[in-house]
């Protein structure tokens, strides 16, 4: 009975220990402020913001700013239909698919107000506020494919999947030469991102093809190309996510495909490492502000993206996320501070006539994702 | 029970008396005290036997393209033509069935030696042991895979002590056995210790009066009796350790594809609910079997007592 007392005595004083954060006074206080106020409800990536720019838009309009996070596109499109939020950050790829499944609200942009670089309150001009190479990438998907993204989204983040690696171990001549074969050669240690989507990317541009192929035959060969990689590489090859970011530094991985903006945030943490976009092509992919249709605060929405549009919360977002802003003052003036010609070259997203847009079909996602769980249950 | 009820005089009152009556008819002491069971087997229903059924539902069925639901097994016999697909369930059992018998070789004697301290600190040991489950399993994983990684710790002194050139211990058996034997020690732990700490210390005593020694008092008294908790610890271990996501994700570096893993990829990712709830019943149905092997060990040590 004694010891009985004992366990329960601890067992009281660890709750108590556990729960302490939950009873600071300071979160208590936030949320009775919030019951009185406006609230804007907002899903976005994992560190993907300054915290300051939610700060500084609570303030401005006296409002209370609740932040969600999802891990993948694929959990945006399946918990929008069972949360409401007002505004969401997905990639291009999701934008399309809710467009089609008709559950965007088509954007209202002269409800939405920046503040420029010269501390001007106006209307945003896409065509110059916008940087070169996301325009001309806008307007390519608008004419080959009748979309027009602007339409429904605001641009965020411009950002290509690029290779980083080591230079103590492989030499630029090697991997200009092998491209994205770099991470089938057994002999370094490589890291491909734990997506379909861009597994497959890899192998459909390394064999040749459109990496938007709808071809089953096609995607079949990568299909091969990736279980061979797996059988090839053995305990060389990784699948990862996020952990790249600090794994890659830390000299874990000799080659690594990760995003552009990542990659700015890995080179930066290590000066050995650096960046090749394949020239047989890789993809190029912006995050947007979408407003969806079930969103109940849609003015407050506006007032929001307007924020994050402007120069000063952009530059914000950019140097704390790394990422390449597609604001073009902001980007200018993030290249005109660094100095380090590696970064500058992330930094600018270089993108070639053999890069392409992901566009969605349907049936070909549902194969590639099919095809992906042969790959990672292969031997 | 509706049904029981005897008529009400005059045999022509509506159904919602006779209802009205039977809840308000005097009760006795047993059916009051089974009265307070009702929120559990509320929670069960909710909880348990809904989402049991559903998923079950969602196995046997397939969405047609007129919103039309049809019946149909073509969810498991694609799960068992898929190439590969049986290979991962059966690695997910061989990695869970390792990780229990490890945790269970460790668990047993660390729950033995326990029982022989005094009461206070018995408490203090078994605090200790659950200690690690107050911090969130994600956070001990990474943990565990900074530890492992060729540049973490691990190597580092390997090499100072041996001058061994770094091991890519991450993605290897024994890291994700390594692992859940971390994560899930105190499940095995614990229920052992319950069961070991219960056993009446008289019938040990007795065992040696009648001159048995030491070690075959063990094997014929308190093994035995010692079963029961060792059943639920290796329940409590074998199950979540063959559906874990976290544990090979992060110290498998991604190359660890197991059954949980794969039930997600085809619930999140692809969206294929009916597949993924086909998937989800395999499992289920093979993790059953297991069990009820394991339970034979007890019945037939029940049979032995009677004899």
């Known amino acids: 009975m004694k010891m009985k007392t004992n366990i329960s005595r601890f067992l009281v004083v660890g709750l108590c220990v556990a729960l302490l954060p939950l009873v600071e006074s300071c979160a208590i206080e936030r949320m009775m402020g919030c019951l009185s106020k406006e609230t804007l409800n907002i899903y976005n990536w994992g560190e993907y913001m300054d915290s300051a720019t939610i700060t500084s838009f609570e303030e401005k309009y006296n409002v209370c700013v609740n932040v969600s996070t999802f891990p993948d596109n694929e959990t945006v499109v399946t918990k929008m239909r069972l949360q409401s939020f007002d505004v969401i950050f997905p990639s291009e790829v999701a934008v399309q698919q809710l467009v089609s499944e008709d559950r965007l609200e088509e954007l209202d942009w002269d409800k939405i107000i920046i503040t420029d670089k010269a501390g001007n309150e106006r209307h945003f001009d896409a065509t110059n506020d916008l940087i070169d190479p996301l325009v001309a990438q806008l307007a390519k998907a608008k004419s080959e494919t009748g979309f027009d993204y602007l339409k429904y989204a605001a641009p965020y983040f411009f950002q290509n999947i690029t290779l980083v690696y080591n230079t103590k171990v492989i030499s630029k001549e090697e991997i200009e030469e092998q491209q994205w074969n770099i991470l089938r050669n057994p002999k370094y240690k490589g890291a491909v991102r734990e997506s379909s989507r861009d597994a497959f990317m890899i192998a459909l541009h390394q064999l040749g093809y459109s990496s938007n192929t709808t071809d089953l035959e096609k995607i079949g060969e990568a299909e091969t190309w990736l279980k061979e990689q797996k059988k090839v590489m053995g305990s060389q090859i990784a699948y990862l996510i996020d952990e790249v970011i600090d794994d890659v530094p830390a000299g874990l991985y000799d080659a690594a495909m990760v995003f552009s903006g990542d990659a700015f945030t890995i080179m930066d943490a290590n000066e050995d490492i650096d960046f090749y976009n394949p020239s047989v092509g890789t993809d190029i992919c912006w995050d947007s502000m979408i407003v969806p249709k079930n969103a109940q605060n849609k003015e407050l929405a506006y007032k929001f993206i307007g924020h994050m549009l402007s120069y000063e919360q952009g530059l914000l977002n950019t140097e704390m996320v790394g990422y390449t802003s597609p604001l073009k003052d902001v980007y200018n003036d993030v290249i005109a501070s660094l100095e380090d010609p590696r970064l500058i070259g992330i930094y600018s997203v270089i993108t070639s006539e053999t890069d392409e847009v992901y566009s969605f079909d349907l049936a070909t996602k549902q194969a590639i994702e099919s095809a992906w769980a042969r790959v990672k249950a292969s031997s | ?307």
Not at chain 2, 62 to 90: R, Y
Not at chain 2, 153 to 165: D, K, Q, T, Y
Not at chain 2, 193 to 221: C, H, M, P, Q, W
């Open chain 2, 1 to 307: 029970m509706i049904g029981t009820v005897k008529k009400a005089p005059g045999g022509r009152s509506p159904l919602l008396k006779q209802i009205k009556a039977y809840i308000k008819r005097p009760k006795t002491a047993l059916e009051r005290f089974k009265l307070l069971g009702i929120p559990y087997y509320l929670i069960l229903l909710v909880l348990v036997i809904i989402p049991m059924i559903l998923i079950l539902f969602y196995a046997i069925t397939t969405p047609n393209k007129d919103d039309a639901i049809l019946l149909t097994l073509n969810n498991f016999i694609a799960f068992f033509q898929e190439e590969g697909f049986v290979g991962v369930l059966w690695d997910s059992i061989r990695i869970s069935g390792i990780t229990t018998i490890v945790t269970l070789l460790i668990a047993y004697p660390l729950a033995y030696i326990i029982c022989d301290y005094k009461l206070k600190k018995q408490a203090l040991i078994i605090l200790l042991v659950s200690a690690p489950m107050w911090v969130n399993m994600l956070l001990r994983t990474i943990a565990w895979k900074q530890i492992l990684s060729t540049a973490g710790p691990l190597n580092a002194a390997l090499g100072w002590l041996f001058g061994m050139e770094p091991i890519n211990f991450l993605g290897t058996d024994f890291a994700v056995v390594l692992g859940m034997v971390y994560i899930f020690l105190p499940f095995m732990v614990i229920p052992i210790y319950n069961n070991l700490s219960k056993i009446d210390n008289r019938l040990i005593e007795a065992s040696l009066d009648l001159g048995a020694s030491r070690k075959y008092t063990f094997f014929k008294v308190t093994l035995p009796l010692s079963l029961p908790g060792v059943l639920s610890g290796v329940t409590m271990v074998l199950l979540p350790s063959a559906t874990t996501l976290v544990v090979p994700r992060f110290l498998g570096e991604g190359r660890y594809f197991l059954i949980g893993n794969l039930i997600e990829q085809k619930f999140l990712k692809s969206g294929l609910w009916n597949y993924g709830a086909a998937i989800s019943i395999i499992l289920v149905v093979v993790l059953f079997i297991i069990l009820f092997l394991t339970k034979k060990v007890d019945r037939f040590h029940k049979d032995e007592e009677d004899d």
